[in-house]
């Protein structure tokens, strides 16, 4: 009878438990240790996600096939009349789909240790990208339950229509789901890899893998939301008013922050060695991203009438770069708690602090919208920073084309009026200079490895 009665009504411990539970796997860095004495605990630990979002799904799904007229999308978009394949249909593209790739996420990172990449590699190294692995999941499941599960989708409806009033959704929305879940997972793929790249060698295979996949993928993303109201003016104004586009956003900007930025700067600190590069780096990075933000950020406000102009834009982008700083200047104390693994930990856990802000930061204010081509560029000044740094010569015409294209695009992007052209320019002007810098990087590898040979 409780599935009958949608589940998350029926039992209004249920949503808070599932919640609580995913915000304990943000912890899994430390008690996935802690927790192996206990193993009851444990094991309850690691299920309790998954299970409670099975239940989720199996409520949905019997509310569906049994077109309980008190379920909202049975009211609202089948009616007492809708054949299999429409039931079918409003499953997986409808919020039992968010739910699904919710599920995917979780079990994904608890068989990470089975993934094909991970299969020469110790015990230590497979549990330490598991509890890897359930933090970054666990970090975004928050996200998604905040933003992608809300209220009404789980109440019963006390006065239904007469009629269905929402259009059926087509399969080509399952496809987007499974897209971005995708992105997301291979993101925390590279994430959890180039965490312990410096004392293990053994993710490099995980590294590269994911990061091949995780560049294809999110060509395909990015053409998509190219098509999509992201990039018209007028949704700048309220962007989560389509909460699926927002979240879709989200990912893509997220996910093109690590592929682009954060794999590069690993691979190329690993490149420089204990040197004094590393703090002159990490200097140059924190600072040109400090003065990115403020300035892109206040020019993106100043685009969008409801943020104001002027003096009021300023002071808006100075806000967001000040939050946006803390977070990153913060996380780089974790490295004396412990958490230092990658060549450059303080660097890592700066631009890893970065990236986590992202989603979360749309949860305080629609105003963090303003803060996210700013994000890409910096990440752009990031890679011209350890281009230079790693030649050694600013005046290397490398070097200075990554320079001119980064200018370049700045201006350009401070010059238009329209906020989703800012956010193109700013794309693909971090498109550009990463590409610039993986080219060097793989002439790099392949002059060491002919020495090596020699």
Same mark, same amino acid.
């Given at each position: 009878?409780?599935?009958?009665?949608?589940?998350?009504?029926?039992?209004? %411990?249920?949503?808070?438990?599932?919640?609580?539970?995913?915000?304990?796997?943000?912890?899994?860095?430390?008690l996935h240790t802690s927790l192996q004495h206990r193993p009851l605990l444990r094991r309850?630990?690691?299920?309790?996600?998954?299970?409670?979002?099975?239940?989720?799904?199996?409520? #949905?799904?019997?509310?569906?096939?049994?077109? @309980?007229?008190?379920?909202?999308?049975?009211?609202?978009?089948?009616?007492?009349?809708?054949?299999?394949?429409?039931?079918?249909?409003?499953?997986?593209?409808?919020?039992?789909?968010? =739910?699904?790739? &919710?599920?995917?996420?979780?079990?994904?990172?608890?068989?990470?240790?089975?993934?094909?990449?991970?299969?020469?590699?110790?015990? =230590?190294?497979?549990?330490?990208?598991?509890?890897?692995?359930?933090?970054?999941?666990? %970090?975004?499941?928050?996200?998604?339950?905040?933003?992608?599960?809300?209220?009404?989708?789980?109440?019963?409806?006390?006065?239904?229509?007469?009629?269905?009033?929402?259009?059926?959704?087509?399969?080509?929305?399952?496809?987007?789901?499974?897209?971005?879940?995708?992105?997301?997972?291979?993101?925390? =793929?590279?994430?959890?890899a180039s965490a312990c790249m410096a004392s293990s060698g053994e993710t490099h295979l995980?590294?590269?893998?994911?990061?091949?996949?995780?560049?294809?993928?999110?060509?395909?993303?990015?053409?998509?939301?190219?098509?999509?109201?992201?990039?018209?003016?007028?949704?700048?104004?309220?962007?989560?008013? @389509?909460? #699926?586009?927002?979240?879709?956003?989200?990912?893509?900007?997220?996910?093109?922050?690590?592929?682009?930025?954060?794999?590069?700067?690993?691979?190329?600190?690993? &490149?420089?060695?204990?040197?004094?590069?590393?703090?002159?780096?990490?200097?140059?990075?924190?600072?040109?991203?400090?003065?990115?933000?403020?300035?892109?950020?206040?020019?993106?406000?100043?685009?969008?009438?409801?943020?104001?102009?002027?003096?009021?834009?300023?002071?808006?982008?100075?806000?967001?770069?000040?939050?946006?700083?803390?977070?990153?200047?913060?996380?780089?104390?974790?490295?004396?708690?412990?958490?230092?693994?990658?060549?450059?930990?303080?660097?890592?856990?700066?631009?890893?602090?970065?990236?986590?802000?992202?989603?979360?930061?749309?949860?305080?204010? @629609?105003?963090?919208?303003?803060?996210?081509?700013?994000?890409?560029?910096?990440?752009?000044?990031?890679?011209?920073?350890?281009?230079?740094?790693?030649?050694? #010569?600013?005046?290397?015409?490398?070097?200075?084309?990554?320079?001119?294209?980064?200018?370049?695009?700045?201006?350009?992007?401070?010059?238009?009026?329209?906020p989703q052209r800012t956010l193109g320019i700013s794309v693909l002007a971090l498109v550009?200079?990463?590409?610039?810098?993986?080219?060097?990087? #793989?002439?790099?590898?392949?002059?060491?490895?002919?020495?090596?040979?020699?």
């Open positions: 009878m409780a599935f009958r009665s949608m589940l998350a009504n029926s039992a209004p %411990w249920y949503l808070p438990a599932l919640f609580l539970s995913c915000l304990a796997w943000v912890f899994a860095f430390y309850l630990y690691l299920v309790a996600p998954p299970v409670l979002v099975v239940g989720l799904l199996l409520s #949905r799904t019997v509310d569906l096939f049994s077109l @309980d007229p008190t379920h909202p999308e049975v009211a609202l978009m089948l009616g007492d009349g809708a054949t299999v394949q429409e039931r079918l249909l409003v499953l997986f593209t409808g919020q039992g789909g968010i =739910e699904g790739g &919710l599920l995917a996420m979780l079990v994904f990172s608890l068989f990470s240790p089975r993934l094909p990449s991970l299969r020469s590699v110790s015990a =230590e190294t497979a549990d330490f990208v598991q509890s890897r692995m359930m933090t970054y999941m666990g %970090w975004w499941s928050i996200v998604v339950l905040m933003l992608l599960f809300p209220q009404e989708a789980y109440i019963p409806l006390d006065l239904a229509p007469a009629s269905p009033t929402v259009d059926l959704p087509t399969w080509s929305v399952l496809a987007g789901l499974v897209l971005f879940t995708l992105l997301l997972m291979m993101s925390g =793929e590279i994430l959890s995980l590294f590269e893998r994911a990061l091949l996949k995780s560049i294809a993928a999110g060509l395909v993303a990015w053409v998509c939301l190219a098509q999509s109201d992201a990039f018209t003016f007028s949704w700048w104004a309220r962007p989560t008013t @389509d909460s #699926r586009l927002a979240m879709a956003l989200i990912i893509a900007i997220a996910s093109t922050w690590v592929v682009a930025t954060h794999a590069f700067s690993t691979l190329a600190e690993g &490149l420089q060695g204990p040197t004094m590069k590393q703090a002159q780096t990490l200097a140059w990075n924190v600072s040109l991203t400090a003065l990115i933000l403020l300035v892109i950020t206040a020019s993106m406000a100043d685009k969008v009438s409801v943020y104001g102009t002027g003096t009021d834009a300023l002071f808006l982008g100075w806000r967001w770069m000040a939050l946006a700083m803390f977070v990153g200047v913060v996380s780089m104390t974790l490295p004396m708690a412990g958490f230092d693994a990658a060549h450059h930990p303080e660097a890592w856990w700066f631009r890893a602090a970065l990236m986590l802000f992202i989603p979360f930061s749309v949860l305080i204010s @629609d105003g963090a919208w303003l803060l996210f081509p700013a994000l890409m560029f910096a990440g752009a000044a990031q890679l011209v920073v350890y281009l230079g740094t790693s030649i050694g #010569r600013i005046t290397h015409p490398l070097v200075v084309l990554a320079i001119v294209v980064l200018v370049f695009h700045l201006g350009w992007a401070i010059l238009n009026g329209d550009v200079v990463s590409i610039l810098s993986w080219a060097w990087l #793989r002439f790099e590898r392949g002059a060491r490895l002919e020495k090596t040979t020699v």
